[in-house]
Nanobody
Framework: QVQLVESGGGLVQPGGSLTLSCAAS????????MGWYRQAPGKQRELVAI???????NYLDSVKGRFTIARGNAKNTVYLQMNSLKPEDTAVYYC????????????WGQGTQVTVSS
């Protein structure tokens, strides 16, 4: 059984910073890519950032230059450094990973709330 556990959400003022963390645990053989999605009230879930096992990254246009995704040294963790936060970044942020165990599946974290407000 695989679990993704997120941490680091909270309330921050516009222009502030937050770092989200996600750790995968369980009977993991390999992780091909990890990423962060977000879903604001009344909107569809959208991909914010993704990083492959080789370190290739991709970002939602609206967060480029402000957010940075990185894998941890253990490769089962992923971080999202969010700078210059805007009210429109307010959403529930979900960690996602494509993980091989005895099969290969997509896994999701439980979500962490990020609220940007003065």
């Amino acid at each position: 059984q695989v679990q993704l556990v997120e941490s680091g959400g909270g309330l921050v003022q516009p222009g502030g910073s937050l770092t989200l963390s996600c750790a995968a645990s369980g009977s993991i053989i390999s992780i091909s890519f990890m990423g962060w999605y977000r879903q604001a009230p009344g909107k569809q879930r959208e991909l914010v950032a993704i990083i492959t096992g080789g370190g290739t990254t991709n970002y939602l246009d609206s967060v480029k230059g402000r957010f940075t995704i990185a894998r941890g040294n253990a490769k089962n963790t992923v971080y999202l450094q969010m700078n210059s936060l805007k009210p429109e970044d307010t959403a529930v942020y979900y960690c996602h990973a494509h993980i091989a165990t005895i099969s290969t599946s997509n896994y999701w974290g439980q979500g962490t709330q990020v609220t940007v407000s003065s």
